[in-house]
């Protein structure tokens, strides 16, 4: 029997990785042993936001590639997902995303690691990967993945603290493959304990699985955090 690569998303789920649907085992077996990548391009039905307040919070956000300031409905986007080995020598797998709302580029950055001393993966947010996030993962009934945000931890020179979470939001993504129109279905919510509802989004996207030993230079972060 052959035995498949065991990408960052399969050691984080272990056993319950094959729970996953075929597609998303495929999609989430992106790694350096497995040798490919997974180009993802498709429609954003919806992107929205909170309250006018949440505006400069989502503003500040943009400058680094954390968070996306705009709205709009039918908005095209791609998704790179690489594996490269980062200048620590860590296994990393991009997760960069890219909007055109309007004709305005908009772009997320974020880059993940297994940390083997927290038993998870952390998800580096931003071009300077200031803010690292552990991320909790769970296979549902459907074989869709949903994965939500736990502890925060911001990174700037020698400065480390845990970001306090009044301040910040938490994720609830969902991904799912839908085998009849053969496209990937996305939907995430960033909520605030205290002010609820602060940005979200909902799509498809097909995917082209690439063959890759290194991530685009123009999709790795401008800085490197060691700490995880």
């Known amino acids: 029997m052959s035995v498949e690569p065991a990408s960052m998303f399969a050691r984080a789920l272990g056993d319950d990785f094959r729970r996953l649907h075929p597609m998303l085992r495929r999609r989430f ?3 350096l042993e497995a040798g490919y990548a997974c180009v993802g391009r498709g429609t954003m039905t919806r992107i929205r936001r909170g309250p006018w307040w949440t505006v400069p919070f989502l503003q500040i956000g943009r400058l680094r590639n954390i968070l996306v300031p705009d709205v709009g409905d039918d908005v095209p986007f791609t998704i790179e997902n690489y594996p490269y080995r980062d200048a620590l020598g860590r296994e990393t797998v991009t997760f960069v995303r890219e909007y055109d709302i309007r004709g305005r580029t908009r772009r997320f950055d974020a880059t993940m690691i297994f940390s083997a001393a927290r038993g998870r993966i952390v998800d580096y947010l931003g071009t300077h990967q200031h803010l690292a996030v552990d991320l909790d993962l769970a296979v549902e009934a459907d074989g869709s993945l949903r994965l939500t945000s736990d502890a925060q931890r911001f990174y700037a020179g020698p400065l480390g603290f845990r970001f306090p979470m009044l301040f910040s939001g938490r994720a609830d993504l969902r991904e799912s493959y839908d085998d009849e129109t053969g496209r990937f279905r996305i939907r995430l919510e960033v909520r605030n304990r205290l002010f609820g509802f602060l940005f979200g989004y909902e799509g498809a996207f097909r995917c082209e ?8 230079a123009r999709l790795k972060p401008v800085r ?5």
């Open 29 to 31: 077996g992106v790694g």
């Open 209 to 216: 699985f690439v063959a890759a030993s290194d991530a685009p």
């Open 224 to 228: 490197t955090e060691a700490r995880d």
